[in-house]
C-alpha cells in the first residue's frame, strides 16, 4: 500500500495547452446591437456573493457586446445539454470572422437556432434567458479590465440582479438542492456532469 501511494503522488513537468481543469460550463448571452442576443459558450467563471467574475478572450463578440451595453444572463447548463453547447462551439456571432479566429470558428447571427436553444425574456436586464438552462443569473456590468500581453483577456465583474431556477432544482426561495442539480463541467476540454464523461468538444486534442 505505502509502495502505491509512493507512485500515486510522483509528479512530473508538463506543459499544458489550456487549464481549464474542471469548472462549470457558461452559455453567456448579451446583447447585439441589433436587439438580438448573442450566445457565448465559455468556461471561465466564479461567483464571490452576489458578484461574477468572467474571463473572455479579447476580440470576442459577447466581450464587445458587454462593453458597449454592460448587460448579460449567465445562463448554467446541465449535463444533458452538452450536445446543444458543443453545437455553438465552431461558431462566433462577429461577422466577419476575427482574424485570430480565422480558419477555425465560423460566423452565426442565429446562436439559438443552431444550438436549437429557446430564447426567454429576461426581467431585469435586456439580452435573453436560455429556457433550457437549469440556473439564468441576470447581471449588469460592474468592471472590466483588460490583462495580459499578446493573447489578452478581459477579467469581467458582473453583479446578479435577479436568478432563475428551474422548480425541479428548487428547495425553496434561498437554496438550489445540491442532491439534484448538476452542472455541465468543462474538464480539459471534454465535457462531464458529476460523473462519467459525456463527450468532448470538437477542438479536444485526446
Partial sequence: MKQRLEQSTQTRIVHPKILYFGTPVVLLTTLNSDG???ITPMSSAWALGN???LGLGDGGHGLANLRRHGECVVNVPS???WERVEALAPFTGAQPVPDHKQGVFRSESD????SG???APSHGVRPNRITE?????EAKLVDLRMSGTGTRF???QVEAVRVHAHETIVVDDSHIDPTVWSPLIYNFRHYFGLGPELGKTFRAEL
Fill in 79 to 81: 449535463p444533458e445539454l
Fill in 111 to 114: 446562436k439559438f437556432g443552431v
Fill in 154 to 156: 478581459g477579467i469581467i
Fill in 133 to 137: 438552462c437549469p440556473l439564468q443569473i
Fill in 51 to 53: 458578484r461574477l467574475v
Fill in 36 to 38: 438580438t442576443s448573442n
Fill in 117 to 119: 436553444l429557446t430564447a
